[in-house]
């Protein structure tokens, strides 16, 4: 299937709404209850969704949402499976939380998919993207500003000990939303021809990048870093015209990596469990990880136990995993971790052939190794526009144009 920039005169309603949903969804502490101002938005935008299309979702081939559909499925045959079996694990009131917000979710990507895949659609991913980008940008900068004199905004906090963190309950809520957007700005970068532009748009992304690491989260900075060498790497061979020499270089690449693993495995490891005990203060992460997997391989490997919390702490509590594909496995088992990596990898795909949208993936993927992703809506719509962004093949012109842009790939 193939993808166009729609040019129009005037931004239409569901864009406005993801914007605002995009723009305020780092900024968890403005929630009414379990709502937040992004989630209100998202419930709107589906209703109006539903409302269009007389409830029909138009789901091609060539949607991931399916993915994400298919595995809310599967956590309720493991939810079954966990009661039938005499398992019990969990607690109910989690399961139905957990429930509702993973329908929420898929129901949320499917209709912005749907509305993405849609020949007659009324929203761009480039230009919400840019939209959003530059609004969340100057918002950000001027509380980044004010956190210099102060610790709080109305109330509000705008810092946890010395770290940036605007508005919001948990530093990681803001920069896994942010820290895509220096790799977003640079592709806005190379499509603009505007030098006035150009230089906006590259501070508004050195902006980005000092405040994603302002937050003090190792993943946002393993993110950033991971996310630089990815665009070297991929800028390196687009640049190269012949087919062939492409190949080989890739190959090479590839064949170096499997190489260096295998030989200096040890070191490797080593070095990865170094580094995890390092940024695992007082080793809690990995009480939850080994708990997790051994849930997972002694209870119910197949189809997991559903979407309830299942890790016991030491204090006795029940707690959840801390980590996408852990918690995908605890939910759907082997089939639910697959599902989501099958979701993951049919939105990256999309994108592979952008080095800067697709070096903005990166640290959504180091987000999903080392935090909970399942339930952040805001982060999964980013995600999918980024990769429909790289398959309209545009870029914009002005705030309420998308104008039509030859663009060759890095």
Partial sequence: MEYTARKREMISLNEVIIIIALVFSPFTALRFSFFGIAEILFIVFCVIYFYRKNGVFLISDESAGKYYVAFVVVTLAGWGFNFVSGINSGTVRSAIFNLASYVFSGVSIICVECLLQDEDTDIRASFILKVFFFLLGIISIGLYIISLGQNSLFGFT?????????????????????????????????????????????????????????TGSDKAKIGLVA??????????????????????????????????????????????VSFFTDMDNGGSREYLYKNAIRIISTKSPIIGLGPSVH?????????????????????????????????????????????????????????????DLLRKIPVWIIFLLLAYAAEEGKTIGSPLEVVSSKYIIC
Avoid at 191 to 202: A, D, F, H
Avoid at 311 to 335: C, K, N, P, Q, W
Avoid at 339 to 360: D, E, G, Q, S
Wanted: proline content about 2%; glycine content about 8%.
């Fill in 311 to 371: 890790v016991t702490i030491r204090s006795g509590e029940l707690y959840d995993a801390h980590e996408t594909f852990l918690a995908a496995g605890l939910s759907g088992g082997l089939i639910g971790i697959g599902l989501i990596m099958a979701f993951m990898v049919a939105i990256a795909r999309k994108a592979i052939c952008n080095c800067y949208l697709f070096a903005a993936m990166v640290p959504i993927f180091v987000y999903a190794l080392g935090g």
């Fill in 158 to 214: 705008l810092k946890y000990y010395q770290y940036f963190c605007p508005l919001c309950n948990n530093l990681h809520q803001y920069a896994m939303v942010i820290v895509p957007l220096p790799f977003l700005g640079g592709y806005f970068v190379s499509c603009e021809k505007s030098w006035i532009k150009k230089i906006l748009y590259t501070a508004l992304s050195l902006a980005f990048a000092y405040l994603a690491s302002s």
């Fill in 227 to 272: 996310g630089g060498i990815v665009l070297v790497v991929l800028f390196a061979i687009n640049k190269i015209t012949d087919n062939y020499l492409r190949f080989v270089f890739s190959l090479t690449c590839i064949l170096s990596i499997i190489a260096y693993v295998v030989l200096f495995h040890e070191k490797v490891y080593s070095g990865a």
